[in-house]
């Protein structure tokens, strides 16, 4: 991916603006996405100023191991699963020098559905200096689809969180 589509491309541009005007980073832990939200905002040009990190742990044993995600928790829960989200997004910036972070899980397709979890399901985690928040989304379409929903979301709710009622 080169070039960013248009929408994209200004989402991450005011992304960029509210974390440059805090002096913030941000950190991604990525699992259905495999890394599209990283490459999506180190597609802007200057991102070195405002994206620290991204974690890519898609098995449940990275998600413990490298962001601190309990497996209880995991199996309690499931992966994709608000708790697990909201533990990714703490695990992201408690491993990196970021303020804020986003995190997401979900079943892109077109298998690992099943009736509690259908297929375009994805969770997603926040955490800023405010707290941490979650989120569950059903997205329509095949798997790249769905992985392209999830990065658009999985910013604009970030951005939400820094620009509260402005977003």
């Known amino acids: 991916m080169n ?3 248009p929408q994209l491309l200004d989402l991450c541009q ?3 603006a509210a974390l440059r005007a805090r002096s913030w980073r941000m950190a991604s832990a990525e699992s259905c996405t495999g890394g599209l939200i990283a490459a999506t905002c180190t ?3 200057g991102s070195s100023e405002w994206f620290e990190c991204g974690f890519v742990c898609y098995s449940n044993a990275a998600k413990s191991a490298h962001l601190g995600v309990s497996g209880a928790l995991i199996a309690q829960h499931g992966a994709v699963s608000e708790p697990v989200v909201r533990a990714l997004a703490e695990g992201a910036l408690w491993h990196s020098l970021a303020q804020v972070s986003v995190a997401v899980s979900g ?22 200096p405010a707290g941490v928040t979650s989120q569950t989304q059903r997205f329509e379409g095949d798997r790249d689809a769905v992985r392209e ?14 620009l509260p009622g402005d977003a």
């Open 14 to 16: 005011q992304l960029a």
């Open 3 to 5: 070039t960013l589509e």
């Open 149 to 162: 929903a999830a990065v658009r979301h999985a910013l604009q709710g970030l951005l939400r969180q820094l």
């Open 43 to 45: 597609g802007l040009s």
């Open 107 to 128: 079943v892109a397709g077109p298998l690992g559905g099943s009736a509690s979890k259908p297929v375009g399901t994805v969770c997603f985690g926040w955490a800023t």
